[in-house]
């Protein structure tokens, strides 16, 4: 069964600290990954788009990383602000088009000052 | 800057009411979907379309309807709503077809957020 699993469900940090957001997935044959941020009552907005040959990938304070092997991805975030303070939601197609898409449940991200 | 619009944020309505949430989007978008999106769970496909006039139902769509007269507007229809609908829709649309803007990243709407009494 395709699935995507996040972890930590939720996290608190202080401001200026880093983080680590884990995705694992089970999604068959493997198109790309996608890291979404959403903040609260928004639509999610991308972060970054890695596809099978790509093992790293930045937008800014994130950094993306994907093992298509084990099949695990991390989203890294650099000097925390209060504004990241949002959920993170990991996003995996099978298929290019959206049509064979799975998320994640997303890590909930409170950033304290 | 890709703008899909969704025409409500939030709503109340009463069990058994005919919803509509409507979305539109200006970026020429081959295929646009509805989810839903409730804690704890990832976003839940309900249908999507991939061109005008068609439609798919994608892993909840029972007590759902769409329709997609125009390529930049789909709309969501809750023919009875129930209390069990009570959630965020989300609305996105993509590239379709093989050419390279088809990279499968969605664009989402802000959300509309359905609260049924």
């Known amino acids: 069964k395709n699935q995507v699993e996040q972890s930590p469900q939720s996290l608190i940090i202080l401001e200026g600290k880093n983080c680590t957001l884990q995705c694992n997935y089970t999604v068959s044959p493997f198109s790309n990954l996608r890291w979404y941020k959403q903040d609260t009552g928004r639509g999610p907005v991308s972060l970054t788009i890695m596809t099978f040959s790509e093992n790293t990938k930045s937008n800014g304070r994130y950094t993306a990383t994907l093992d298509a092997d084990t099949k695990q991805s991390s989203l890294h975030i650099t000097a925390s602000q209060l504004s990241d303070s949002a959920s993170y939601i990991c996003v995996v197609s099978g298929s290019t088009g959206g049509f064979k898409t799975i998320f994640g449940a997303g890590t909930r991200l409170f950033v304290k000052a | 800057d890709v703008k899909v619009t969704q025409s409500s944020r939030y709503l109340v309505k009463r069990t058994g009411e005919k919803v509509f949430l409507e979305c539109v989007q200006d970026m020429d978008h081959e295929n646009m979907f509805w989810y839903r999106q409730d804690p704890g769970l990832g976003l839940r496909l309900i249908y999507f379309s991939y061109d005008v006039k068609m439609k798919e139902k994608g892993d909840i769509p029972e007590g759902y309807s769409v329709s997609r007269e125009k390529k930049e507007r789909f709309s969501l229809i809750l023919e009875s709503a129930s209390t069990n609908q009570t959630s965020m829709y989300l609305c996105?649309?993509?590239?379709?077809?093989?050419?390279?803007?088809?990279?499968?990243?969605?664009?989402f709407g802000e959300g509309s957020r359905l609260t049924v009494l």
């Open positions: 996105a649309s993509s590239f379709g077809g093989s050419g390279s803007r088809n990279t499968g990243e969605l664009f």
